[in-house]
């Protein structure tokens, strides 16, 4: 169900067959709306950003994970010259295999998305061998908090939300991508015992390349997060997985 689903919206988005020609990137075409917030050999994230009556002329996408901020309708024009509204969400995550090709016109609302463009899906070839997690995998011990939205052979994109009090105990995360989308105070406790206090700031973005292994206990606010697990950065680790 979840492939179709994803399926579908790439279609409605503007993906094009592999070989067709695409137009030009988007942080090229339009650097007013789309920006670079981090990028390294494993992924680039873009910040897209406008105000309503703001356009954007056709331009491409790499595969990535799409991350909605804030709440708009949007009219997509498609490179075959039909056009179709697409509404976003907070915490909407969409992946997009094929990357997607578009123009739009903001309806409504305001343009706030985070898009991560995953590198190793953009290299053609056999699937990568799969990966190796560690026995206190944050999915493994604590799915409550940690729920995973969709896996495939590039990322394992999860949903993390924990209200004041809540505490997680001791557990892993390979090399990932964190969003936060709502704000909150959580102080984390290290291995070796050490704490630190880490704030949640709505579309913050943080990189753990060597991954993480803490438990938490929630401070304050009511945050939310999408982690990527990026898998290319993981089999690139694998001395520091036990």
Do not use: C
């Not at 915490?91 to 090709?101: H, I, P, S």
């Not at 609302?109 to 206190?136: D, H, L, T, Y």
């Not at 704000?183 to 700031?201: A, F, I, N």
């Amino acid at each position: 169900m979840k492939r179709w689903l994803t399926l579908s919206i790439a279609l409605l988005l503007g993906t094009v067959p592999l070989g067709a020609q695409k137009a030009k990137d988007a942080v090229i075409v339009d650097p007013q709306a789309h920006r670079v917030v981090l990028e390294n050999e494993h992924v680039r994230v873009i910040e897209a950003r406008a105000s309503q009556g703001a356009r954007s002329a056709m331009h491409s996408h790499p595969p990535l994970v799409f991350i909605g901020m804030d709440t708009a309708r949007v009219k997509f024009g498609l490179p075959d010259g039909t056009s179709t509204i697409f509404d976003i969400n907070p915490g909407q995550v969409l992946w997009l295999a094929d990357g997607m090709e578009h123009s739009w016109e903001l309806m409504s609302g305001k343009v706030s998305v985070i898009g991560v463009e995953v590198k190793s899906a953009q290299k053609p070839g056999a699937a990568p061998p799969a990966v190796k997690r560690r026995a206190n995998d944050s999915v493994a011990v604590d799915p409550d908090v940690h729920h995973v939205l969709f896996e495939n052979e590039h990322v394992r994109v999860f949903d993390g939300r924990a209200s004041k009090g809540r505490k997680s105990p001791m557990h892993s995360h390979p090399p990932s991508l964190l969003i936060a989308l709502r704000e909150g105070q959580g102080r984390l406790t290290l291995p070796d015992g050490s704490t630190v206090l880490h704030d949640y700031t709505p579309g913050s973005v943080l990189w753990a390349g060597d991954g993480m292994e803490h438990s938490w206990e929630m401070l304050s606010g009511d945050p939310h997060v999408i982690v990527i697990e990026v898998k290319s950065a993981h089999r690139a680790t694998p001395a520091k997985e036990k």
